[in-house]
């Protein structure tokens, strides 16, 4: 639950960063690495697997992002009566 004093954008932003908080530093580290490796069957598609989620997070975050926005700016234009 946000305080009433946040902006939606903001308490997502800040729910984002506990979120980043909760993934390990090693599993980040590794993730990197295997990136950039050349990897054969059936690891490979264990990497695409795990770099298409976290793709799809990504991008599922950004989605929330720009709709905390856009609500937040519609709520400024009701406000104001335009």
Not at 28 to 35: E, P
Not at 50 to 79: F, K, P, W
Request: glycine share 4%.
């Amino acid at each position: 639950m946000m305080p009433m004093d946040d902006l939606e954008f903001d308490a997502l932003k800040k729910q984002f960063e506990l979120e980043d908080l909760s993934v390990s530093p090693v599993t980040k580290a590794v993730l990197g690495i295997v990136s950039l490796m050349p990897l054969t069957w059936p690891f490979d598609k264990a990497a695409k697997k795990i770099t298409g989620h976290l793709a799809a997070d990504s991008l599922e975050r950004i989605r929330l992002l720009l709709e905390a926005c856009l609500n937040e700016v519609r709520n400024t234009t009701t406000r104001s009566g335009n």
